[in-house]
């Protein structure tokens, strides 16, 4: 079944901070992942991606982790800036079939920074 | 990056009435475009999956005959909302498939329906 989003989870730090947002994913045969930067009234914004045959990536600011074993993904941004505040959703792709290409995403984490 | 449009941003509209929504890649042909549908405080959702002249691939649960997909070509797709009714008040968002260089998907702004 698809991840479907409840009412979302918050997370609030201070700016300066480091955050980490964690997600859950369902399907063992997704091979790529990405995080999204959702801001109020807009679609998401690309933030970072990764492949199932790493286990770390970074960006600007932005690390992306990923546990195989557990079915883990979590983004740490680092000095957190009120910028940063927005809804973050992880999505995952599956690898092929009839589903080739089809994001289904996660439930999303609200992340709040305060100056 | 690559730029997705969708128009209109907002409409609000009367309950039994349809409302188009557009999408178009604007600097990429898009092998693939994808609609969502996300209501507050929610993640977003699949509806459909909309392929250049042929017919879109709607996920369990939703109703092609109430949610028309018209994929014309490779930069614009369409989402109709026929006989709209409160309930399908929502924000839909489209994304638009790159092939080039890695089938990256770029979502447009969405637009915001208001059923009344």
């Known amino acids: 079944g698809e991840s479907v989003g409840l009412h979302l989870p918050t997370l609030s730090v201070q700016e300066g901070d480091n955050s980490i947002i964690n997600c859950a994913y369902s399907?063992?045969?997704?091979?790529?992942f990405i995080w999204y930067k959702q801001e109020s009234g807009k679609g998401p914004q690309f933030i970072i991606d990764?492949?199932?045959?790493?286990d770390k990536r970074q960006g600007q600011r932005v690390t992306v982790l990923l546990n195989k074993t557990v079915k883990h993904l979590s983004l740490q941004i680092a000095a957190t800036q009120p910028g940063d505040s927005a809804v973050y959703f992880c999505a995952e792709i599956s690898a092929g079939g009839t589903s080739y290409g089809k994001l289904t995403f996660g439930q999303g984490t609200i992340l709040t920074v305060h100056p | 990056g690559a730029v997705v449009s969708q128009h209109p941003s907002r409409v609000i509209c009367k309950s039994g009435t349809s409302v188009k929504i557009e999408c178009r890649s604007l600097d990429f042909q898009a092998t693939t475009m994808f609609w969502y549908r996300q209501f507050p405080k929610q993640s977003l959702m699949l509806m459909a999956t909309s392929n250049e002249g042929s017919k879109a691939t709607y996920e369990q649960g939703v109703e092609k005959d109430k949610f028309l997909i018209n994929h014309a070509s490779l930069t614009l797709s369409t989402l109709t909302v026929t006989s709209a009714h409160p309930e399908d008040s929502s924000f839909y968002i489209c994304s638009a498939t790159d092939p080039s260089p890695t089938d990256t998907q770029y979502f447009g702004p969405g637009t915001r329906l208001t059923v009344l």
């Open positions: 990764i492949r199932s045959n790493m």
């Open positions: 399907n063992s045969a997704s091979d790529y």
